[in-house]
């Protein structure tokens, strides 16, 4: 899909695990001129800087329970499951 890429995309990964396939092939679409950003969602220490690859760590499992909890507090209609075992109301 690198080759379709419009010129000035910007490559967003959302993943829970950074494998050195991954970051090869992020390397690559980087070296053809995009942006490329990793948002990392997971409990694992993530992958070393990789130049022009920014990583942002979103956080794992207990970031999540607690996202759902705290948007549960604000919000007070139906049930609503959610990946996992984690609920909140809407």
């Known amino acids: 899909e690198r ?6 995309a910007t490559v967003v990964v959302v993943t829970s695990a950074i ?7 992020l ?4 070296q053809s001129g ?3 950003t990793i948002l990392f969602v997971g409990d694992s220490t993530i992958a070393p800087k990789l130049a022009g690859i920014t990583i942002y760590h979103l956080g794992g499992e207990e970031t999540w329970k607690r996202l759902t ?3 549960a507090d ?5 049930p609503v ?3 996992g075992s984690a609920s909140f109301t809407l």
């Open 3 to 8: 080759g379709r890429l419009p010129a000035g």
């Open 19 to 25: 494998s050195d396939p991954l970051l090869d092939a």
């Open 27 to 30: 390397a690559r679409v980087r």
């Open 34 to 36: 995009h942006a490329v």
């Open 69 to 71: 909890a705290d948007f």
């Open 74 to 78: 604000q919000i007070d209609e139906k």
């Open 81 to 83: 499951e959610l990946i």
